[in-house]
């Protein structure tokens, strides 16, 4: 899921500071705003930045190639996770979280 057309547009194409660039087409983000996380609609920017500048990247503790991404913004916390492929990264979902959710930190700000 998340995998990206080379002709698709795209909405997120960010550089990580793991070092590995994430990427979501225009077409995923509306199924991500509209199916999984309507909450998310008007968040783009806060899940670039979350990308970009997390407080912390922890390891899924299902999926080892599955990295969520956290940032606090107004008290709560953004979540971005990420499936990791080589050097590349696809945004399977993003939305508001509470609290960090559980896993391996792998990165902390």
């Not at 309507?38 to 670039?48: F, S």
Request: hydrophobic content about 40%; overall charge neutral.
């Amino acid at each position: 899921a998340g995998g990206v057309d080379p002709n698709d547009t795209l909405v997120v194409d960010e550089l990580t500071p793991l070092g590995f660039r994430v990427r979501c087409s225009a077409e995923y983000w509306e199924r991500i705003v509209s199916i999984k996380h309507p909450a998310m609609r008007e968040r783009l920017d806060d899940v670039r930045l979350t990308l970009t500048h997390p407080d912390e990247v922890r390891r899924s503790l299902r999926d080892p190639d599955v990295l969520l991404f956290h940032r606090e913004v107004s008290r709560r916390w953004v979540c971005g996770v990420v499936k990791k492929a080589g050097q590349m990264g696809y945004l399977i979902t993003a939305y508001p979280a509470d609290k960090i959710k559980r896993g391996d930190v792998i990165w902390t700000e």
